[in-house]
Nanobody
Framework: QVQLVESGGGLVQPGGSLRLSCAAS????????MGWYRQAPGKQRELVAR???????NYADSVKGRFIFSRDNAKNTVYLQMNSLKPEDTAVYYC???????????????WGQGTQVTVSS
């Protein structure tokens, strides 16, 4: 059906930067929203940044001013520029595509396999 391909994760020192990418491929007929989530060990999955077709981007309070979400609708791709990274940003980052309003409000839809981001000296 649809595959989400993520890239850009890795190991970085505190204060460093990473840029994550997620491209949706396959039979794509429409996308309501795309976004990034993360899950640290022992914690629940949380929203990092998400943007709908209306152009409104939501950020988690913990990343505001440090992370920048962008999208290329023509390529069905979203990016997450992560600056001033902190150890608490360490998590598996997941790309999500909401196909409908219902997916959007329930965090359903399609998910990528996740990419590990580790912030450590």
């Amino acid at each position: 059906q649809v595959q989400l391909v993520e890239s850009g994760g890795g190991l970085v020192q505190p204060g460093g930067s990473l840029r994550l990418s997620c491209a949706a491929s396959g039979r794509i007929f429409g996308i309501y929203a795309m976004g990034w989530y993360r899950q640290a060990p022992g914690k629940q999955r949380e929203l990092v940044a998400r943007s709908s077709s209306g152009g409104v981007t939501n950020y988690a309070d913990s990343v505001k001013g440090r992370f920048i979400f962008s999208r290329d609708n023509a390529k069905n791709t979203v990016y997450l520029q992560m600056n001033s990274l902190k150890p608490e940003d360490t998590a598996v980052y997941y790309c999500n595509v909401a196909w409908t309003w219902s997916d959007y409000v329930t965090d359903n839809g399609s998910w990528g396999q996740g990419t590990q981001v580790t912030v450590s000296s």
